[in-house]
């Protein structure tokens, strides 16, 4: 029996906000989604689901829903930019597959697992105020909301974690990533793997995602803060990934300047301190990570499995609270910290990028498999 006497108050409808409602009403806790956002909406992109995340979704009963409205995928290609494939590999598919799928895809399915009434829309955070008995969390234009404890889940720039832990700014880490769905038709997406082309100082990621639509991301380093120009995201994406393999630059010429998404790539260092009493913080708001392992989102679904597990044995809420977040350091900290060096590798140019490439050409292909194996094993439903 849960050792929590009230509901959940959680500061954010993304995808870890979601997720930790869908675990913790499974456990018996009651919870409240508040999102800031008028409408529950994604920006127009893919994102990849590794088995340590589908894993917990089937767990959920959600996988196949996901799996209707994304694309399972077994392969995945480093390539140069002329189209060389430097690497292909087998992605760890062992017990659960891997997934790639339109955020938005995968937030409605997430959204469509809760009751209505648990989701409150408009509802930007203001502030909290503690009590030994609970927490009481203030919203403009919806007024106040009391729970027994509070989840911040409301990403990189949380308000609730400046909050409690008052640590500034994340680190910007020297690049951007643009990303943007093209039009279906503009390539066959049938058969194509997922694909990362490497270049000097540029990436792109190639992404199926199913329903014959086909995501991609671009990388290239400038300083923070750099404007695109008067012509705009996609003009300037053409000239950088010019010359570049099939089907790059038909799906940039093939992606309307609106559903392009720049977003500069932030991380922050791991600390072990992610909240206070009846606090807590979940995804991005507790360990951002930069997006090149693509563990972001797959990390705030594990987030809110292990909360609700530890809550679930826990004999008081606080201490339920700190086990949780003991739990989740190692994992997270381990991940940030590879996926910031692979964007740094990814990110070299001239005899770095060489050594790179060559690296990636001569390896054999089982030792990235057996890399990512170690992180997609993990079970965060156990």
């Known amino acids: 029996m849960s050792a929590v006497s009230g509901p959940a108050v959680i500061v954010g409808g993304g995808i870890g906000g979601l997720s930790a409602a869908i675990a913790l009403r499974r456990a018996g806790i009651e919870a409240l989604v508040f999102e800031r956002a008028p409408e529950l909406r994604e920006l127009g992109a893919g994102i990849g689901l590794w088995p340590n995340a589908t894993r917990v979704l089937r767990h959920w009963g959600l996988l196949d829903e996901v799996l209707r409205r994304g694309r399972r995928v077994e392969v995945g290609d480093m390539r140069a930019s002329d189209g060389r494939v430097l690497t292909r590999m087998r992605l760890p598919d062992d017990d659960c597959p891997f997934v790639l799928i339109h955020r938005a895809e995968l937030h409605a399915a997430l959204a469509d697992a809760l009751p209505p009434w648990a989701i409150h829309l408009g509802c930007?955070?203001?502030?909290?105020?503690?009590?030994?008995?609970?927490?009481?969390?203030?919203?403009?234009?919806?007024?106040?909301?009391?729970?027994?404890?509070?989840?911040?889940?409301?990403?990189?720039?949380?308000?609730?974690?400046?909050?409690?832990?008052?640590?500034?700014?994340?680190?910007?880490?020297?690049?951007?990533?643009?990303?943007?769905?093209?039009?279906?038709?503009?390539?066959?997406?049938?058969?194509?793997?997922?694909?990362?082309?490497?270049?000097?100082?540029?990436?792109?990621?190639?992404?199926?995602?199913?329903?014959?639509?086909?995501?991609?991301?671009?990388?290239?380093?400038?300083?923070?803060?750099?404007?695109?120009?008067?012509?705009?995201?996609?003009?300037?994406?053409?000239?950088?990934?010019?010359?570049?393999?099939?089907?790059?630059?038909?799906?940039?010429?093939?992606?309307?300047?609106?559903?392009?998404?720049?977003?500069?790539?932030?991380?922050?260092?791991?600390?072990?301190?992610?909240?206070?009493?009846?606090?807590?913080?979940?995804?991005?708001?507790?360990?951002?990570?930069?997006?090149?392992?693509?563990?972001?989102?797959?990390?705030?679904?594990?987030?809110?499995?292990?909360?609700?597990?530890?809550?679930?044995e826990a004999a008081d809420l606080e201490s339920g609270l700190r086990a949780y977040e003991a739990e989740r350091y190692g994992r997270t900290t381990l991940i940030t910290r590879m996926s910031l060096l692979t964007g740094r590798i990814g990110q070299w140019s001239g005899a770095g990028a060489r050594?790179?490439?060559?690296?990636?050409?001569?390896?054999p292909p089982k030792t990235a498999t057996r890399v990512l194996r170690r992180l997609t094993t993990y079970d965060a439903t156990a």
């Open 124 to 312: 930007d955070f203001h502030g909290l105020r503690e009590s030994p008995s609970g927490v009481t969390a203030r919203f403009g234009g919806c007024g106040e909301a009391e729970g027994a404890f509070l989840v911040g889940a409301d990403g990189l720039w949380s308000g609730v974690r400046q909050a409690v832990l008052g640590d500034g700014r994340p680190v910007y880490r020297g690049y951007p990533v643009w990303r943007g769905v093209a039009d279906e038709g503009a390539v066959d997406p049938d058969d194509l793997p997922l694909i990362e082309t490497l270049g000097e100082g540029r990436r792109f990621g190639t992404v199926p995602i199913g329903g014959g639509r086909v995501a991609w991301w671009a990388t290239a380093n400038e300083p923070e803060g750099t404007d695109d120009g008067p012509e705009g995201s996609r003009a300037r994406l053409l000239r950088l990934f010019r010359g570049w393999h099939h089907p790059i630059p038909q799906l940039l010429e093939a992606t309307p300047e609106e559903r392009i998404v720049k977003s500069p790539t932030y991380d922050r260092p791991p600390v072990r301190r992610w909240g206070r009493g009846r606090i807590t913080l979940l995804g991005d708001a507790a360990h951002p990570t930069t997006p090149n392992l693509g563990q972001g989102g797959c990390m705030a679904i594990e987030d809110g499995a292990v909360l609700a597990r530890c809550l679930s």
């Open 355 to 363: 050594l790179r490439d060559a690296f990636y050409r001569f390896s």
